[in-house]
């Protein structure tokens, strides 16, 4: 440390300034590179994915008030609400969890399921079978475009 202090004073205070300047520089440079430009980036990925999720999260609200709304086109299907759901279910790769049946309504659990698939079989349900969605509680799941029913009301 002494040998530093007397170079710096062998230095002319034109020098003197010089470093003192490019090292204030300097200090600036490392702050901006080290901590304000990755806080900077992760602030953008963050509200890009932010901004996704919320995208997705209109697109399957929308895609459950289709399916609520849908009109009946097709005859009342015969069998119990059990028995259609389980008659279409396969086509549509639904793994159903858990069906609590009890009187004109089916409670179902379903555990990882594509979005689109569980869209379009209840969309046949409500079209074809004339069921009616009385509830439905889903969340994301761990793969992209799946979700997980944790409660599905169904009705006929």
Known sequence: MKAILEYWQSLKEQEQKLLMVAGGIFVIFVFVMGVWRPLNNAIDTFTKELNKQQDLVIWMQSSIAKIKQANPKASISSGSLSQIVNKTRNKYQIVISKMQPKDNTLRLTIESVEFNKLVDWLTLLVEKHQFTIEKIDMSKDDN?????????????
């Open 144 to 156: 992209t475009g799946y979700v997980k029913v944790s409660q599905l009301i169904l009705e006929k």
